[in-house]
């Protein structure tokens, strides 16, 4: 009889960095829109505001992805031109997972911007969980190289 793998919750964590030659106002305005994930998060087809609030703590958002998928994150931490965090709270399966996108002067045209997250998943085979974390790694891979030529034009 074949062994089915072992279902339960696992913890990680996800960071990934870039530098960016781009002024540090510049790359606030784009990151800090928090609805202006189409123009550079991969396979976001739409964004929209969830609350009347459009920055800081307390704005909600709805992301919807190419493929149907929808998922509501809140604003729960602001420090301007400095960090933003967020949680989801419906879409992933997970039952926690909270990111951080901060952004550092390197120097007078140089950002370093660094997007992090700490997952905690529904059941789910420890492969599975693996495999969920490459994925979102080469999403925050994707993203941010897409951010990145966009804010360097």
């Known amino acids: 009889m074949k062994k089915t793998p072992k279902k339960s919750f696992h913890t990680g964590t996800v960071k990934k960095t870039i530098t960016v030659k781009a002024s540090k106002d510049k790359v606030w305005r784009k990151i800090s829109n928090i609805a202006g994930l189409p123009t550079w998060v991969v396979d976001v087809k739409k964004t929209v505001y969830l609350s009347k609030k459009k920055r800081d703590v307390g704005a909600v958002r709805l992301i919807?992805?190419?493929?149907?998928?929808?998922?509501?994150?809140?604003?729960?931490?602001?420090?301007n031109k400095e960090y933003f965090?967020?949680?989801?709270?419906?879409?992933?399966?997970?039952?926690?997972?909270?990111?951080?996108?901060?952004?550092?002067?390197?120097?007078?045209?140089?950002?370093?911007?660094?997007?992090?997250?700490?997952?905690?998943?529904?059941?789910?085979?420890?492969?599975?969980?693996?495999?969920?974390?490459?994925?979102?790694?080469?999403?925050?891979?994707?993203?941010?190289?897409?951010?990145?030529?966009?804010?360097?034009?």
């Open 64 to 79: 919807t992805f190419e493929d149907g998928n929808k998922i509501e994150e809140h604003i729960v931490a602001w420090k």
């Open 85 to 153: 965090t967020y949680i989801a709270t419906e879409g992933l399966p997970l039952r926690a997972y909270i990111a951080t996108i901060s952004i550092k002067t390197k120097s007078n045209k140089r950002v370093e911007l660094t997007w992090q997250s700490y997952l905690n998943s529904k059941k789910m085979t420890e492969k599975q969980f693996l495999e969920l974390l490459v994925f979102m790694g080469a999403f925050y891979d994707s993203s941010l190289e897409n951010l990145k030529t966009i804010l360097e034009k």
